[in-house]
């Protein structure tokens, strides 16, 4: 079946412009995650939905970060003002509760920042 | 208390050899344990996960071995192949939320 799928695969911004990064989870997922990964690190926690509603959005790392899943599926990340700092690679994942579940990972957006 | 700590940073080991990777937390509230392979380009796939009620669990060839009092667990890959090399992350979640708090990864390589 289909997995998680992230668009676009790759994005280049210049400094100061806004971005959006959609995430598609595995149908019937209640749970939706993402991360950011940076090179040679492993992924770091931003924010998850049950449903609809943020459950936890401690990871955003300031008000630039928004994240949306209107309809309790697709998510979109968004990112204002974009700084050469967020350069990295933003992982989306996916899981059936919410309850300590397995994590399914797509492919991730790699964003670069001129 | 929400680091995961992980060693080795990279690991280079012949096909048939036996790499460990070894993690560490803080945060007793901790109750699931999973750890992650990672491919150039790919995001990261479930290998093995266990709970704090049980010492040890095998999935194939890769095993977790867990110490609850020493807040310690590790991953075992018996007779490794040239597949197998990858980057190699274990994780921690619990308490009052499901994120996952990452390690910081290994690159493991196995050579012919």
């Known amino acids: 079946g289909a997995g998680v799928s992230q668009t676009p695969s790759n994005k280049v911004t210049e400094k100061g412009k806004y971005v959006e990064l959609r995430c598609d989870p595995i149908s019937g997922h209640t749970a939706l995650y993402w991360y950011r990964q940076s090179l040679g690190q492993g992924p770091e926690f931003l924010i998850y939905f049950q449903g609809t509603g943020a459950a936890d959005d401690s990871g955003l790392p300031n008000d630039r970060f928004f994240a949306v899943r209107p309809e309790g599926s697709v998510s979109t990340l968004k990112i204002q003002r974009t700084e050469r700092g967020d350069s990295a690679v933003y992982l989306c994942?996916?899981?059936?509760?919410?309850?300590?579940?397995?994590?399914?990972f797509g492919p991730g957006t790699r964003l670069t920042v001129l | 208390q929400q680091q995961v700590k992980q060693s080795p940073q990279s690991l280079i080991v012949q096909k048939g050899g036996i790499p460990i990777i070894n993690c560490a937390y803080e945060?007793?509230?901790?109750?699931?344990f999973p750890w992650y392979q990672q491919f150039p380009g790919k995001g990261p796939a479930l290998l093995i996960a266990?709970?704090?009620?049980?010492s040890e669990k095998k999935e194939g060839r890769f095993t977790i071995s867990f110490n609850k009092s020493a807040k310690q667990f590790s991953l075992h890959i018996m007779d490794s192949q040239p597949g197998d090399s990858a980057t190699y992350f274990c994780?921690?979640?619990?308490?009052?939320?499901?994120?996952?708090?990452f390690g910081t990864g290994t690159r493991l390589q196995v050579f012919p």
């Open positions: 994942a996916s899981s059936l509760s919410y309850v300590a579940d397995t994590q399914y």
């Open positions: 266990i709970r704090p009620d049980v």
């Open positions: 994780a921690a979640s619990g308490g009052n939320t499901d994120k996952l708090i």
């Open positions: 945060n007793t509230a901790f109750d699931y």
